[in-house]
Structure formats: structure tokens, C-alpha cells
């Protein structure tokens, strides 16, 4: 088949060296790991004479892609009705997050999660389970069982919210760490300090964040930032000591080159420049922010500052409105535009991979197609729709291929899904 990988981020739509594409390429897996990659002839050369071969022509071949901020308890919030950021949460999100409690419906939804993830060839979520420990059990087991890598976290929150979706700070701390001992490194799992944010966070829970973060200092963490307007000031009048919403962040030692704040979208160039020196992660959430209304985030600005904003991309569900990463980055593209700035594909493509990747840390296990890495990759149809059949016609160049497939694909564009080496999107019940 065709394959496309990148080296690192393109500087321009014709940066050809930023990306390794094979007209005729060929992947060469073994024991859940890319043994070799490169052109068919070069790969079947070098390998084993008995080795299946599985042929993917005239698809093309892209590493997984990876949503690096999910909800996994919102799989029945998606689509919910409200005006605004705060009223979403109260009416719909919070409510059907205590559900979780209970390990038959946390693990049902678990199944549906990673089902989803694979059918629109996500291999790798960074995902918000419950506040229940319950939740995080149910979302490592289903990972686990499906070899997949994972990043997750039991949600810490300890106020302004019901009462069957509160810990408290001591809770909050030690469930954390049982998630911990339980199962980070088991299989390919990652466990995520998730102080939710810190409006639903005391003071003292977030000390217990910090407690966590210093002892685990290899730990992703993951909270929200910077979202909307009024959440913006109830925060600010929680926390009146704190110079802004980041610098609450900042107080309890959370900021730092691991850390994943979803949204920042109304950040002041100060917010900015403390995000950047601590090589802090904006993560850009676009079908959410379009939905709740919450704003336009300035990707491409924050990317090219003297003082550059390290950034990833991802689905928000379900405040996102899709699990496709191709959706989530068309409508990036359209925040863009509206901002008056240009998104190329070469752009895209890189973020949903590699870009993703080097925003958790480990582009040396996934978002690439290179030798050692795991075997993560996803087989892409252009022509998957009448309607989409009828625009490849015209189609002449790998650009305008990648931009098809994000402008008019989602899960019907993914034709397989290798989680792992094995080929995990047939397998699935439609
Ligand atoms: N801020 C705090 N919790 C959430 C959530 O679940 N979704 C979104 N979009 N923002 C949040
Ligand atoms: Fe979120």
C-alpha cells in the first residue's frame, strides 16, 4: 500500500522533508512491533520468506491516530442541548457521570469506548474517566484486554458539584494512587494525575495534586483551562490569590512539560509565556469549543510566538460533537480560517500523529511508522462515499488526498485499524 509518516512538523506545504511518503510502500510487523518500513520491494526483500503478506492497494497507510483529551464517562452526554460550558455541565454531564459508580455500567461503556476509538482509527486515547476508582478499573481492563496504549485518569474533584461525583482531597489522593499501583505500565497503560479543574477542586485537593505530581513525576497530568468566559471568572474569584487561571495552576506545582490543559482558549500573553517556559501542553479541543460556544483558539498563533506554546489536538467527547479525529481537525481548519490563518494538511496530519505524540511524550513508541515503534497504524479509503468516490476522481496530488479525507471522512474513511499488529476495526460489532 501507500504509507505517509512524519519526521517532524511541517514548516510549509511543500516542506517534503518533514514527512516520508511510499508510493509503494510496505510495513514489516512482528510481536506488536514495526520490524521495517519503506518501499515493498526493499521491505519483502528483507523479510522472512513465510511472512504474510496483507495488501492494502491503493489505500493509504498512516500511524494511528491519537486523541490526546477524551471524556470516557460522556459517551451518552455527546449531542446534549445547552447554551454554554457551566449549564452543560450542571444539566447533562454531571448526572450521568455518577452513573459510574457502578462497575457493570463503567465497563459496558468501557467496551463501547475503545470499540469507537478503533472504528475511527484512534489507537491511543488520553481519556477523563469518572471520580470513581470504578471507572478507571473498567477503562485500564478493556485497554489492557485490548492491547492498546492508553493514557487515563480517575477524575480528583471534591466540590461544586453532586454529591455522587465528589471524593475528597484524602480520597482523592489515595484512589490516585490505587489507580496507580493497579495499573500504570501494566500492559500499555499510562496513568494520568486528573484534577478535573479547578473549579471543582478545593485548595486542599489540589495540594494533593501536587503531592501526586512530586511523587510521580513521570506522570502525565491532565485538568482544564481557559475554556469560557464565566468559567473563567468563577475560577479567578475561587482562587482570589492567584495572579490568573494558569497561575493556579502554577501554584500547585501542576505546570510542567507532562502537563495537558484542555481548551486555553482565552489566554493573556502572560498565561502564555508561563505555558510555553514550563513546555506546557494546550490541548485544542475545536468541535467542542465550536458547540459549547466557547472560542475560537488561536493554533497557529500560539505555535509561531517567540515564545512557542507547545500544542496537540483532540476530541473533547462529549462536549466534542465527533470521535473522528479527521472531523476534529476539519473543523480546526475552520477556526483557522475564520481567524485568518491557513492549516495545511501536511499540518494536520502531522498533528493528529506525530504532533500528538511528541505531546505526550512518546514519539518513540507511537504517531510514527518507524522501525521499533508499536505497530499502531490505520488504512485510509479517499473514496470510502458516492460522494467522496466522485471528488477522488479529481483528486491529483497526496495533499489534496489527505485534505478529502479530512474535509468529507470519518469512521467510514478507516478500512482497518492495527492495534498492536493485529487488525482490529473487522473485528468489531457494527
Ligand atoms: N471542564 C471541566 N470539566 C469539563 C468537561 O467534562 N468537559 C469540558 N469540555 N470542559 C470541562
Ligand atoms: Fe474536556
Same mark, same amino acid.
Given at each position: ?21 511510499? +508510493? ?42 491519537i486523541d490526546t483529551h477524551v471524556h470516557f464517562p460522556q459517551m451518552q452526554v455527546i449531542g446534549s442541548y445547552a447554551a454554554n460550558l457551566l449549564e452543560w455541565l450542571n444539566t447533562y454531564t454531571f448526572p ?34 469518572? *471520580?470513581?476508582k470504578t471507572s478507571a478499573d473498567a477503562y485500564f481492563a478493556e485497554a489492557l484486554k485490548r492491547n492498546m496504549r492508553t493514557v487515563g485518569g480517575k477524575v480528583m474533584m471534591d466540590r461544586n458539584a453532586p454529591q455522587g461525583l465528589l471524593d475528597t482531597a484524602e480520597m482523592g489522593y489515595d484512589e490516585t494512587r490505587a489507580v496507580i499501583a ?67 495552576? *502554577? ?57 512557542? *506554546? ?37 499540518? +494536520? ?82
Open positions: 500500500a501507500r504509507t505517509l509518516s512524519f519526521s517532524r512538523a511541517p514548516l510549509s506545504m511543500d516542506d517534503t522533508g518533514a514527512y516520508r511518503y511510499e +508510493s509503494d510502500g510496505a510495513l514489516l510487523v512482528a510481536d506488536g512491533i514495526i520490524l521495517a518500513s519503506g518501499p515493498y520491494a526493499a521491505v519483502r526483500e528483507n523479510a522472512p520468506a513465510d511472512v504474510i503478506e496483507i495488501d492494502h492497494r491503493p489505500h493509504l497507510i498512516v500511524p494511528g491516530f450521568e457521570e455518577c452513573r459510574f459508580v457502578e462497575t457493570a455500567h463503567a465497563q459496558r461503556i468501557a467496551g463501547h469506548f475503545y470499540d469507537e476509538m478503533i472504528r475511527h482509527g484512534t489507537t491511543t486515547a488520553v481519556a477523563y474517566c469518572s *471520580v470513581h493497579d495499573w500504570h505500565g501494566k500492559g500499555r497503560n499510562h496513568v494520568a494525575i486528573t484534577p478535573r479543574f479547578a473549579i471543582t477542586s478545593t485548595p486542599e485537593q489540589m495540594s494533593a495534586a501536587q503531592a501526586l505530581a512530586r511523587e510521580f513525576p513521570d506522570l502525565h497530568i491532565q485538568t482544564h483551562l481557559s475554556e469560557n468566559r464565566d468559567e473563567i471568572d468563577f475560577t479567578c474569584s475561587l482562587y482570589p490569590e492567584a495572579a490568573d487561571y494558569t497561575d493556579i495552576y *502554577v501554584r500547585y506545582g501542576l505546570l510542567g512539560p507532562k502537563s495537558l490543559f484542555g481548551h486555553c482558549i482565552h489566554l493573556s500573553e502572560r498565561e502564555m509565556d508561563a505555558m510555553s517556559e514550563a513546555g506546557a501542553i494546550a490541548v485544542h479541543c475545536p468541535t467542542s469549543n465550536l458547540f459549547l460556544g466557547s472560542g475560537l483558539f488561536p493554533l497557529k498563533a500560539l505555535m509561531r510566538r517567540e515564545k512557542p *506554546v507547545r500544542v496537540s489536538v483532540a476530541t473533547d467527547v462529549g462536549g466534542g460533537t465527533s470521535y473522528s479525529m479527521l472531523k476534529t481537525m476539519d473543523e480546526a481548519y475552520k477556526i483557522q480560517q475564520l481567524l485568518g490563518e491557513r492549516l495545511n494538511p501536511f499540518d +494536520s496530519y502531522y498533528h493528529m500523529t506525530l504532533g500528538n505524540a511528541e505531546a505526550l511524550s512518546l514519539a518513540h513508541k507511537i504517531g510514527t511508522l518507524d522501525a521499533g515503534t508499536d505497530a499502531d497504524f490505520i488504512v485510509l479509503n479517499m473514496a470510502a462515499t458516492p460522494a467522496m468516490a466522485l471528488k477522488a476522481e479529481v483528486v491529483n496530488s497526496l495533499a489534496e488526498e489527505l485534505f478529502l479525507l479530512q474535509t468529507m471522512g470519518d469512521d467510514r474513511v478507516v478500512v482497518e485499524t492495527y492495534v498492536a499488529g493485529i487488525a482490529s476495526k473487522s473485528g468489531l460489532r457494527s
